[in-house]
């Protein structure tokens, strides 16, 4: 799949976080803004190789006393000194070096398996993109950038930052894809938009609609194919537009506050209102 449609179907349904700026008409969705555009996040590559001043690049295992050894073995053909990684419960664990992470920038999974590298380390082709990404471990109350929580070493609170140096964090976009697999995602429609999305008021149908077409509707279900989901849509509810009698448009965004719907497709002004309750994309044209 193209890279950018999996980092708009990564961005489409992360409905909360840091409110939207702004007050501008924006078409479609609801996706959180960077939280920091004052920085230019390239700059921080000219700052040396380890990490941005305001969240710099740890060992975190030093606050442990070392490397606990149940994570660690030594590899029995080389001797080498492993973390041990096991990317299902099941599976054997893998060799990572000791350093994974620590203190510096680095493409730290550039030759690792079974994601970036094959069991020799050799690259693949067709590796996802935070493969060649610069990261490294850092202190979440050390760092007023946004930090996410590892995920590789599970109960142990490490926490990493692509964004320290200076790369976008696409590993947590394509654990967010792949989160979407299997599930089925609720579409609240405000109101029709030909040639957007068109459709039959229709009581008798549990959803309040039948009949759905149009360009956003035909583009929703493309992504839902490639992704591996199921998109189903709904009317505003009656108790919203019920508070809202003026908008159905801020019906639309009380149910998604309020968890009846995933996200609303439609044609939005950002009003103070709106933005109490929900979090708003910048603007994308299918």
């Known amino acids: 799949m193209n890279s950018r449609v999996w980092a708009l179907l990564?961005?489409?349904?992360?409905?909360r976080g840091a409110l939207a700026r702004g007050s501008r008409r924006r078409p479609h969705g609801a996706v959180p803004v960077y939280r920091h555009p004052e920085v230019d996040p390239?700059?921080?590559?000219?700052?040396?190789?380890?990490?941005?001043?305001n969240c710099p690049c740890i060992n975190p295992w030093k606050a442990m006393g070392g490397i606990p050894r149940n994570i660690s073995f030594v590899h029995p053909t080389t001797s080498v000194g492993c973390l041990g990684y096991s990317p299902k419960p099941e599976a054997t664990a893998l060799c990572y070096p000791l350093e994974y992470g620590v203190g510096k920038c680095n493409t730290w999974d550039r030759n690792l398996a079974p994601w970036c590298?094959?069991?020799h380390g050799?690259?693949?082709n067709g590796a996802p993109k935070w493969c060649t990404d610069l990261w490294c471990y850092v202190n979440k109350s050390n760092?007023?950038?946004s930090p996410e929580r590892s995920v590789y070493f599970p109960g142990l609170d490490f926490w990493h930052s692509y964004e320290t140096c200076g790369s976008v964090d696409n590993f947590a976009i394509e654990l967010l894809v792949k989160s979407l697999s299997g599930r089925k995602l609720k579409v609240g429609l405000p109101g029709k938009e030909p040639p957007f999305i068109d459709y039959k008021d229709d009581p008798a149908a549990p959803n309040g609609v039948s009949g759905i077409t149009g360009?956003?509707?035909?583009?929703l279900q493309r992504l839902a194919?490639?992704?591996g989901f199921r998109i189903e849509f709904f009317k505003y509810s009656k108790e919203s537009k019920k508070l809202f009698p003026q908008s159905s448009y801020t019906a639309c965004v009380r149910d998604v506050a309020l968890h009846r719907v995933d996200f609303c497709a439609g044609v939005f002004y950002e009003t103070p209102e709106r933005r109490s309750m929900a979090t708003f994309?910048?603007?994308y044209f299918p």
């Open 10 to 15: 990564g961005t489409l349904f992360l409905l």
């Open 42 to 53: 390239s700059s921080r590559r000219l700052q040396g190789l380890y990490g941005d001043a």
């Open 117 to 119: 590298a094959d069991e």
């Open 122 to 124: 050799r690259p693949l």
């Open 143 to 145: 760092c007023n950038l």
């Open 215 to 219: 360009i956003t509707h035909d583009f």
């Open 225 to 227: 194919k490639m992704g």
């Open 281 to 283: 994309t910048p603007a």
